[in-house]
């Protein structure tokens, strides 16, 4: 069985500054903020969203970018957020990419 | 002999998929589906580029969480992003794993290249699996009926 989607906008990368390997959000907001799906134990959902960038934009955007972030993982996971593992997630960044529909 | 692969059941991409555009209505999804017949409508954007799709369960189990207004809500609120596949190269049994598990009736078949090639349905693959079956009966000396082969020739 292939996971497979026509959406690839979760990438594991390594953030640049604490070096630990994360999930960014390749987001399609008109911003020069990064976004990125961390593990941490610091809520009881396991996983929680990390805004990078210039502190006004972030504060102008943060709640905007939250709410198109969890929107984009419910729609690709069809789970209400409190389903939502970082698991989950990981397995989202590593499915397929469907290139093409073969249509004559 | 040769064991059948799922790629070997792949029905007709043009008969079985149609394709709309971001923007339509779930009605206009459904019409495709369940007038025309198809068993996956295909999302576009603007480009032309494949957003999403949504099956025939899809649009049952969206009337049975949002009711009928769900028919004037835009196809992306529930379009699928994400789906479960398997290649052409995969067995029967492990297509029919995958349908069994998920409880899905079309399984979409990706080949490794990224190009979503068409869909298996589950029919075809217990057809399949019936024939393999039959074959294996013969070989090893067993009788077929009339009736057997008709109904496996179907």
């Known amino acids: 069985m292939i996971r497979a989607s026509f959406s690839d906008h ?11 390997d994360k999930i960014l959000y390749d987001h399609d907001l008109r911003c020069e903020l990064k976004v990125w799906l961390e593990e941490t134990k610091e809520n009881k959902l396991g996983w929680r969203v990390n805004i990078q960038g210039n502190d006004h ?31 989950d997630i990981v397995m989202l960044s590593d499915s397929k990419l469907i290139r093409s529909v073969r249509k004559k | ?3 059948a692969r799922l790629g070997d059941l792949l029905s007709d ?8 555009p971001q923007g339509s209505s779930v009605f206009d999804v459904a019409q495709e589906i369940f007038l025309h017949r198809k068993k996956a409508v295909i999302i576009l954007d603007g480009t032309k580029k494949a957003k999403g799709m949504v099956l025939e369960q899809d649009v049952a189990f969206a009337i049975n969480e949002m009711g009928i207004e769900i028919f004037e809500k835009r196809v992306e609120e529930m379009m699928r992003i994400d789906i479960l596949t398997c290649s052409p190269q995969d067995s029967l049994d492990e297509g ?17 290249d990224g190009d979503l090639r068409g869909f298996v349905h589950v029919e075809d693959i ?24 008709t109904a496996l020739s179907a």
Do not use: F
Not at chain 2, 13 to 20: A, F, G
Not at chain 2, 96 to 112: C, F, G, T
């Open chain 2, 126 to 149: 217990v057809r399949a699996k019936l024939a393999q079956i039959v074959v294996k009966w013969r070989n090893s000396g067993g009788k077929i009926t009339n009736d057997m082969e």
């Open chain 1, 57 to 87: 934009v972030v504060g102008a955007m943060k709640k905007e970018i939250l709410n198109h972030t969890v929107g984009y993982l419910k729609q690709r996971l069809r789970k209400d957020l409190s389903l939502i593992t970082y698991s």
């Open chain 2, 13 to 20: 991409m043009d008969n079985s998929v149609s394709t709309l």
């Open chain 2, 96 to 112: 029919l794993e995958v349908i069994a598990k998920h409880q899905i009736r079309h399984l979409p078949i990706l080949s490794s």
């Open chain 2, 1 to 3: 002999m040769v064991e």
């Open chain 1, 10 to 20: 979760l990438k594991v990368r390594r953030c640049p500054q604490s070096g630990v």
